[in-house]
């Protein structure tokens, strides 16, 4: 199984979108704004990055708990719940590196007839959310801030009380995922920018 890790431009041939649009309007040197770009991609490469150590972690220490548990076994099973461009990164990595058999792997998004990569490959792909919250152990939510509350309202009593909630739902408290989801199992990072970016994880 071979898997395309090579990163897209998503604003290619959206000029609207372009990131000198406008500069002239804030600075006469578009240039020095060049570092805000960088600490962008950064940040996307440290979500990434981290998300993937998490799931990876997660993974492992469930799945020992399930076959401890379990009479029978269990095929563990990570949902994702939206798939733009951090999702599909996130998911590549998670089989690039073999963290997750394909077929273990699902994915619930408006658009699952632009995965074709992923789902020759052998990841589910659909559009039910409820679907792949019944059927995965781990969920991660990795939507827009303004899809959450209906996201939740979708996913609401199709999910397990051992089900655990990763999310990367930027702009959205912890607290506030667990009043939408009706559950307290969610774990998401919190990054905190400074001189040093630090990312620290919360549970409820």
Do not use: W
């Amino acid at each position: 199984m071979s898997v395309n890790l090579k990163s897209c431009d998503i604003v290619k041939n959206l000029p609207s979108l372009d990131f000198e649009l406008g500069l002239s309007d804030i600075t006469d040197d578009p240039k020095s704004l060049l570092p805000l770009r960088l600490k962008s991609y950064a940040h996307t490469l440290t979500i990434c990055s981290q998300s993937v150590f998490i799931i990876s972690l997660l993974t492992e220490a469930l799945e020992v708990a399930i076959k401890q548990s379990a009479a029978v076994s269990v095929n563990y099973k990570v949902g994702f719940i939206g798939c733009g461009r951090l999702g599909t990164l996130m998911i590549k990595c998670l089989l690039h590196f073999k963290v997750l058999e394909p077929s273990h792997i699902y994915i619930s998004t408006r658009r699952p007839e632009l995965l074709k990569e992923l789902s020759k490959a052998g990841v589910v792909t659909c559009f039910n959310n409820s679907k792949v919250a019944s059927s995965c152990q781990l969920l991660c939510l990795c939507c827009l801030p303004s899809q959450l509350s209906m996201v939740a309202e979708s996913l609401r009593g199709h999910l397990s009380p051992a089900t655990l909630v990763y999310s990367i739902v930027g702009g959205v408290t912890l607290q506030r995922h667990c009043q939408l989801l009706h559950t307290n199992s969610v774990l998401r990072p919190t990054f905190v920018s400074s001189s040093l970016d630090i990312m620290r994880f919360s549970m409820y």
